[in-house]
C-alpha cells in the first residue's frame, strides 16, 4: 500500500450561487494557473453559453491547482437540484469536499442535498463560509447554522466538528476566523491538513471506474475517472466490466492516451497510479460507471447510484408546414443519435423509444433538467418538437403515487397572500412559515406537478423580488387534478404571413403572441383567447382597396406588443394537445392535431369516451 502525498481530491458543494465557480477563480489566480499578464475570463469553469447567460454551473468541471508541491484535483459540481445527478456520481472521485455556505444566507436546501450525499460516502468534510464581505452578512450564524445541519443529518463528530474556513472568494481571501488574511492560503493548509491524501497498491491489477463522459470530435469518446488501484498506461490492453458484465466484454482494447487535468489545460502523459484523476481515450461503447480492468483480470466496482428521474416529455420529429426551413439537424436518426448520446453522458437522464418510430421519451430530474437540453439542442442547429413535461407517476398497491418537493419561499411581506393563494390551487401544504426585516420564509410541501410553471408566476407576482428553492422530497399518494390553464388560444387558419390589419382584429379577442411579418400555418398558435374555448383566426387577410378612399377611415392600425415567452415558459403553457415546435431561430406554439376539422373530430370522440 502507497500513499500519495502529493495528490488531493476535492469536491466543492453548495446550494446554487453560494459562490463555487468564482471562488475557483481566486484559487486559479493565487497558484500560478494564470500568466501575470493573461486575460481572464470571470467564472472560468462556466466555459457552457448557457452556464454563463444563466450564472449557474450546470455541468461538472475538473481541474487542478499546486499548492507546496502538491497538486490539489478539484471538480466544481452544480448547485441546482435538477442537476444532482452530476453531484452524485462525481463525489465518488474524491477524498473530501469544501462544503460552501453563503455568509448571508446560510445553509439552504441545495445545501442539504449536497451534503447527504458526502455524508452517505463518509467524507471529510471542509466548511467554507463564503462572501463575508457582503453588507448582510452573519459568518458566525452561518457556521453554527451548518453545523446543527450536520447534527439533523446525522453526521459524525469529526464531520460536525469540520474545520471552518472564512472567506471572500470574490476578493480572493481567507481565514480561520472573521479576519481575513490577505490570500487564500488557510484554505489551502486546510486541505492539505485534513483532507486525506489517495492511499491504495498499485501493484495489484487496475481497477479505475468511469465517472464522466466527454466528447471529442477527434478522439471520440473519452472516459474521465480515478484510478483506485494499480496503474494503467499508454498501449495497455484493457478490458471494461460493470455489475451487470462482471466477466467484461471480452474484447481487449488498447488504449491509446492519457491525460490529466493541470488547471483549465489537460497534459498527455504516458501513465497514471493510485489516486489521480485521468481522463483516457481510444475505448468505444465506454459507459459511466464501468469499471477499467486489465484484459483478463475483470473485478467491477459497485455501481455509481443515481436519483431516479421524476419527469418526462417527448421529443419528436417537426412536421410541421415549415418544417426544415430553420434546422440544420431534422431528421429522427439525427435526433435519436444526439438524445442517445446526451444519455450516455448524464446518468440522470433515461432516453427510450417513444410510442411511434419519430418520437422519444426522454426522462430528466426536473423541468429545468429538462430545458436546457432543449435550449443546448436548438443551439446546435436541431430542429423538433418537444411535448408538455408531465411527472413520472408510480403504481404500487397503495395506488398512483407522485413525486412530491419541498417548496422553499423568501420574498417581501406584501406579496404573500397572493403566492399562497396560488399554491393552495396547485395542492401545496403549508410547512413552516417565519417572517424577518420585511420578507417572509415559507416551506411547501408540493407535488412536482404543482411546480411547473410556478417560477414566473412567482417572478409575476413579486416584482421579481422573490426567491425560490426546490429538493426532491418523497414519492407519496397522487393529489387529484391541478388545473393548468382556464383560457383557449388563438389559432391561425391559413398559411402565409401575418398582417397588421388582421392582427388588429385579432388583438381584440385576445392576447397576441406575435407580430405582424411573422410566418403562421393552420393549427398554429398565435395569441391567447379572452375566452375558455379556442378561437380559429385568420391572420394573413389583408384589407380590400376601393376605387374610393375616405382619409377617415384609413386610421392606422394600432397593435399592442405581443408577449414573447421563454423557453420554460413556452413549455408550462401548453397543453396536452399542444406541442412546442423548436427551431434555431423560432419557438412557436402549435396544436398537436393542425386540421381543424380533424380537432373536431378528435375532440367529440374524447368528450365521447368520458361520458362513457
Not at 349 to 374: N, P
Request: with cysteine; proline share 5%.
Amino acid at each position: 500500500m502507497i500513499e500519495r502525498k502529493d495528490i488531493r481530491n476535492i469536491a466543492i458543494i453548495a446550494h446554487v450561487d453560494h459562490g463555487k465557480t468564482t471562488l475557483v477563480d481566486a484559487m486559479f489566480a493565487q497558484t500560478g494557473i494564470y500568466r501575470a499578464n493573461q486575460s481572464v475570463t470571470e467564472r472560468a469553469m462556466d466555459s457552457n453559453d448557457l452556464e454563463r447567460e444563466r450564472g449557474i454551473t450546470i455541468l461538472s468541471k475538473n481541474t487542478s491547482i499546486h499548492w507546496k508541491d502538491v497538486r490539489v484535483n478539484i471538480v466544481d459540481t452544480p448547485g441546482h437540484a435538477d442537476f444532482g445527478g452530476e453531484v452524485e456520481r462525481i463525489l465518488s472521485m474524491v477524498d473530501g469536499v469544501l462544503v460552501l455556505v453563503d455568509a448571508a444566507e446560510g445553509p439552504m436546501p441545495q445545501t442539504r442535498f449536497v451534503l447527504t450525499k458526502a455524508l452517505a460516502l463518509d467524507l471529510p468534510l471542509i466548511i467554507v463560509v463564503n462572501k463575508t464581505d457582503k453588507p448582510d452578512a452573519r459568518p458566525i450564524h452561518a457556521m453554527e447554522e451548518t453545523q446543527l445541519l450536520l447534527m439533523e443529518l446525522g453526521a459524525s463528530d469529526d464531520q460536525i466538528h469540520a474545520p471552518v474556513i472564512f472567506a471572500s472568494g470574490r476578493d480572493g481571501k481567507a481565514g480561520t476566523t472573521e479576519a481575513l488574511g490577505s490570500d487564500l492560503s488557510p484554505l489551502y493548509d486546510t486541505i492539505l491538513s485534513h483532507i486525506p491524501c489517495p492511499v491504495g497498491d498499485e501493484t495489484e491489477p487496475l481497477q479505475l471506474q468511469v465517472s464522466t463522459i466527454d466528447y471529442n470530435d477527434y478522439v471520440g469518446r473519452i472516459a474521465i475517472g480515478r484510478v483506485r488501484r494499480g496503474a494503467i498506461a499508454v498501449n495497455d490492453t484493457i478490458d471494461l466490466c460493470s455489475p451487470d458484465l462482471p466477466k467484461g466484454r471480452q474484447i481487449p482494447t488498447k488504449v491509446t492516451s492519457i491525460m490529466t487535468f493541470d488547471g483549465l489545460k489537460r497534459n498527455s502523459v504516458e501513465s497514471a497510479t493510485i489516486g489521480e484523476i485521468v481522463a483516457i481515450s481510444g475505448i468505444d461503447g465506454i459507459e459511466i460507471g464501468d469499471t477499467i480492468c486489465p484484459f483478463g483480470k475483470t473485478e467491477p466496482l459497485p455501481v455509481i447510484k443515481v436519483s431516479e428521474p421524476t419527469v418526462a416529455m417527448n421529443f419528436l420529429v417537426n412536421n410541421s408546414p415549415y418544417a426544415g426551413k430553420d434546422g440544420k439537424f431534422v431528421t429522427s436518426r439525427q435526433l435519436w443519435a444526439r438524445l442517445e448520446k446526451e444519455g450516455q453522458s448524464d446518468v440522470a437522464l433515461k432516453v427510450e423509444q417513444g410510442e411511434r418510430a419519430d418520437s422519444f421519451r426522454i426522462s430528466g430530474r426536473g423541468e429545468l433538467h429538462l430545458s436546457i437540453l432543449v435550449e443546448t439542442m436548438r443551439r446546435e442547429g436541431f430542429e423538433f418538437m418537444v411535448s408538455r413535461p408531465e411527472v413520472i407517476l408510480h403504481k404500487t398497491e397503495r395506488g398512483i403515487q407522485e413525486p412530491i418537493e419541498m417548496l422553499y419561499l423568501d420574498m417581501p411581506d406584501e406579496y404573500i397572500g397572493s403566492i399562497m393563494e396560488v399554491l393552495s390551487k396547485r395542492k401545496g401544504e403549508l410547512m413552516d412559515m417565519s417572517a424577518k426585516e420585511g420578507r417572509t420564509h415559507l416551506e411547501y410541501s408540493i407535488p412536482s406537478r404543482g411546480l411547473f410553471g410556478f417560477r414566473s408566476i412567482l417572478m409575476t407576482e413579486t416584482r421579481g423580488e422573490g426567491i425560490m428553492n426546490t429538493s426532491f422530497d418523497r414519492y407519496d399518494d397522487y393529489c387529484g387534478d391541478i388545473s393548468h390553464r382556464h383560457q383557449g388560444v388563438l389559432i391561425s387558419t391559413d398559411l402565409g404571413v401575418s398582417v397588421a390589419y388582421s392582427l388588429n382584429t385579432a388583438q381584440k379577442r385576445g392576447q397576441l403572441f406575435m407580430g405582424a411579418g411573422e410566418r403562421v400555418y393552420p393549427g398554429m398558435i398565435i395569441g391567447l383567447s379572452a375566452r375558455p374555448e379556442d378561437v380559429a383566426i385568420n391572420v394573413c387577410k389583408t384589407k380590400k382597396l376601393t376605387n374610393t378612399r375616405a382619409s377617415a377611415k384609413d386610421d392606422n392600425v394600432m397593435l399592442a406588443p405581443p408577449v414573447r415567452m421563454s423557453l420554460e415558459e413556452a413549455l408550462m403553457f401548453i397543453n396536452e394537445d399542444e406541442y412546442l415546435e423548436v427551431t434555431p431561430l423560432e419557438l412557436r406554439l402549435r396544436k398537436i392535431i393542425l386540421s381543424a376539422e380533424e380537432r373536431q373530430k378528435a375532440q367529440a370522440k374524447k368528450k365521447k369516451q368520458d361520458e362513457l
